[in-house]
């Protein structure tokens, strides 16, 4: 933000009131940007929650053996620049990979930008061994991806884990087993909504603390 402001006052200084209140105005909408609200998740622990904000664009089914053999569930989430762009973590238990894969920036509403462009990809593993994959990925805008989370750590559901700066996707890998509970057009907000519940119900895991 300080450079908007420091900008700001120096074209109030030299004369231009006009460009100093655009100014001030883009150094709050970066403000927003860095927001955090507070959210909470009070339902089944066993449950998948929304690790970013944003509209589900995608639910399809792919292989991802950075994630696990076989077939794995995925839910594509586009954030807007507009969005909330800290990420949390969807379920409890320890992290078994976290790592970054550079790339290209092309626009993150693209099918394929997954493929192409910078990502960094955390895989949890549950208590019960099931592994759910989250992928932050850069767009045309986003220029870099921060992720806190660290392999061997043990992270708690709803627990914030990063955040991609200015416009974004975030990929949800869930297991082929999963029960998907939400559309292509619903708005997600992270740490509260259900993306999906296991096929078992129960599943043991830690109560989610902030």
């Known amino acids: 933000m300080l450079p908007f402001w420091i900008g700001a006052a120096a074209l109030a200084w030299f ?10 105005v883009f ?3 970066v403000l927003m ?13 066993g449950n998948v929650i929304a690790a970013a904000d944003g509209t589900v664009t995608r639910v399809d089914t792919i292989e991802d053996p950075l994630v696990g053999a076989g077939t794995h569930q995925r ?28 790339g ?25 061994g099931d592994r759910v994959g989250v992928r932050q990925i850069v767009g045309a805008v986003a220029r870099r991806i921060v992720c806190t989370l660290k392999p061997g750590q043990q992270v708690a559901q709803g627990q ?5 700066k200015f416009g974004s996707r975030v990929d949800l890998i869930l297991p082929a087993g999963y029960r998907i509970l939400v559309q292509q057009g619903q708005r ?16 043991s895991a830690p109560s989610a603390g902030r």
Do not use: C
């Open 15 to 24: 004369g231009h009131p006009r460009w100093a209140v655009a100014a001030v």
């Open 27 to 29: 150094g709050l909408l």
């Open 33 to 45: 940007f860095f927001r955090i609200p507070p959210r909470s998740y009070r339902g089944d622990p």
């Open 75 to 102: 839910v594509v989430t586009f954030l807007s620049p507009l969005d909330v762009h800290v990420q949390v973590v969807p379920v409890s238990g320890r992290v078994i990979s976290s790592a970054l894969v550079r």
């Open 104 to 128: 290209k920036k092309v626009a993150a509403f693209r099918d394929d930008a997954d493929r192409f462009n910078e990502n960094h990809l955390s895989v949890i593993e549950r208590e019960n």
């Open 160 to 164: 914030p884990m990063g955040l991609i």
């Open 188 to 203: 997600m907000r992270n740490g509260e909504t259900v993306i999906a519940e296991p096929a078992t119900a129960g599943v």
